[in-house]
């Protein structure tokens, strides 16, 4: 049996529970409860959006096209200065092969390499954000 409730019964549930209060009441008195369904009816059926700070930290599985770009990342630096000034490396990844960026960095150095006929540079095809909080 599956105990998840879809956002459709969740509406209807509420709107039982309105109802129930609304009959059930002898002096009026649950007009705040009636009130707070009807918010809760309310954010059911709008969610807010989500807003992201570009320089919150997010997480990706890149793949080894992914790692490739990473470690080539500042070729064009180095070629430009006529000698290397930064260091090719691979990315750290967690015990879960996650490897962390700021939103905006990883924006940067991985929107030209992504598109419809162009190899994945993370799969899968998902970043993870975990709010912060604190």
Partial sequence: MDD??????AITVLRNLQDWLYYSSM?????IQREAI???IGA??????IRIN???PIKV????WGKVI???QYDRTNQIAGREICKPKFPKEDENGYTE???WRFIELYGEHMGMTIPNVIKPLEIVYERRTG
């Fill in 44 to 49: 059911l059926k709008q969610p807010e959006p």
């Fill in 27 to 31: 002096n009026g008195g649950t007009s």
């Fill in 4 to 9: 998840k409730l879809t956002i459709k019964d």
């Fill in 70 to 72: 990473y470690y080539h």
């Fill in 38 to 40: 009807d918010i809760a």
């Fill in 61 to 64: 599985k890149l793949t080894d």
């Fill in 101 to 103: 960026f700021q939103l």
């Fill in 54 to 56: 570009l320089n919150e």
